[in-house]
Nanobody, 116 residues
Framework: QVQLVESGGGFVQPGGSLRLSCVAS????????MNWYRQAPGKERELVAA????????NYESSVRGRFIISRDNAKNTVYLDLNVPKPEDTARYYC?????????WGPGTQVTVSS
């Protein structure tokens, strides 16, 4: 079955950097769009970034554009999110997501806390 497992979360200082990873299994990873979402306490879950199978077409939520980078390695069934120059407002639980055969799949998430 489809499984998504995130890692790499933790504490990071404002202006630092952090790399999140999501390892996928159970489907043809190289054929599907992969997404990163996040959810902060008291807020709705929001789409942060998306990358198409070719690893060239990428989209970003406006507040992270120019700071975060989404990428993928199809040989490793892994999608990454590089958090560069994070801000306290980026503190949230980050989730890996995909849609396979019209079914949504989510990982359990990884917590990112941006604080000095």
């Amino acid at each position: 079955q489809v499984q998504l497992v995130e890692s790499g979360g933790g504490f990071v200082q404002p202006g630092g950097s952090l790399r999140l990873s999501c390892v996928a299994s159970g489907f043809d990873f190289s054929a599907y769009v992969m997404n990163w979402y996040r959810q902060a306490p008291g807020k709705e879950r929001e789409l942060v970034a998306a990358v198409r199978p070719d690893n060239r077409s990428r989209n970003y939520e406006s507040s992270v554009r120019g700071r975060f980078i989404i990428s993928r390695d199809n040989a490793k069934n892994t999608v990454y999110l590089d958090l560069n120059v994070p801000k306290p407002e980026d503190t949230a639980r980050y989730y890996c997501h995909t849609i396979v055969h019209v079914q949504d799949y989510w990982g359990p998430g990884t917590q990112v806390t941006v604080s000095s």
